[in-house]
């Protein structure tokens, strides 16, 4: 089995280091000088520079691989992999910038028979793998609320493409959102309102909706750009309250009690490593798909995003 990984950015970088964990071979896929520097200063892992199409003119395509590039670059670097007969990819969330990207990604992956998997690593925190199991033990989820607040103080000056800070609900924000309903279920009917506008995220400033998913969950959520906040994510049961904030961490509220205690869980592998990568990571190569978000569910997820976030429907 061979594995590229493409990027030697700083995410790259995190998955590089759980792949030498695991003792997993790979073979670093870069463009630029720079990056390439600091991506073997920091892992002592060689690059190979030039980019991905030089790559592939002068070797076969691997088995896997691992897209970690800038969100703009995502699905041109996907499409070449998938036509180049890769038949196994994990690529950086969310996919690509917008619907068409998303969709044209699943149309090329059924005709060559590949298969793509959206990196969204806040489904294999240990914080996530213990929840689900207590709301399991609970009875169920009956209700959840989530907050996706981005420092609009901090991003705004960030120098980025500008298409990214467009979309930045999918680029960013649906970390929290995909979270929320991987837990709860997907919405089967929802609402959703806007207001307000940022310089550089023009759709909407402020965001609020409720709803029911298709495991009848009640939902709620509220972020607003220009206020302080932080994600979060709670989920309710008949006996618990259980909540999520910072995510990586897990507390409680019992039944009868308005204390908030936290709950005690092994996350070692989150601390050592950016939280959820080596478990996202070891599945990925374990082919153990459960938790992961594939290619075909992001495009059935595309419209409920685009309207969360007040985006155009196509």
Not at 80 to 101: A, C, D, H, M, Y
């Amino acid at each position: 089995m061979s594995i590229w990984l493409i990027g030697a950015g700083h995410m790259a970088q995190e998955y590089a280091k759980v792949l030498h964990k695991l003792d997993i071979k790979f073979e670093v896929i870069g463009r630029g000088k720079k990056s390439a520097d600091s991506f073997e200063s920091v892992t002592s892992h060689i690059v190979r520079q030039g980019g991905l199409s030089i790559a592939l003119q002068d070797s076969s395509p691997p088995d896997q691989a691992i897209i970690s590039v800038a969100v703009e670059d995502l699905y041109g670097v996907a499409i070449q992999l998938v036509k180049s007969g890769v038949k196994r990819i994990l690529i950086e969330k969310p996919g690509g910038l917008n619907k068409k990207e998303i969709k044209e990604l699943n149309t090329a992956a059924k005709l060559h028979n590949s298969e793509i998997l959206v990196a969204y690593n806040r489904r294999f925190h240990k914080s996530t793998e213990i929840l689900k199991k207590l709301v399991i033990k609970d009875g169920g989820a009956t209700s959840c609320s989530f907050e996706f607040t981005e420092w609009s103080h901090i991003i705004g000056p960030l120098i980025k493409d500008s298409r990214v800070k467009e979309k930045w609900f999918l680029a960013n924000s649906t970390h929290v959102v995909d979270l929320a309903f991987h837990i709860c279920g997907f919405p089967k009917e929802f609402q959703s309102w806007h207001q307000g506008s940022l310089s550089w995220h023009p759709s909407a400033a402020r965001f609020c909706g409720s709803g029911i998913t298709d495991q009848n969950v009640l939902f709620s959520y509220l972020a607003d750009w220009e206020a302080p906040g932080r994600w979060g994510v709670e989920v309710l049961t008949k006996k618990n309250r259980y909540i999520l904030k910072p995510l990586e961490e897990l507390q409680v509220v019992r039944l009868g009690s308005v204390k908030i205690e936290s709950i005690k869980i092994d996350d070692q592998l989150d601390k050592l490593f950016k939280p959820g990568i080596y478990k996202q990571i070891k599945a990925f190569i374990d082919e153990d798909d459960n938790n992961f978000c594939s290619i075909e569910s992001q495009l059935m997820h595309m419209d409920i995003y685009n309207k969360m976030a007040g985006y155009e429907l196509n």
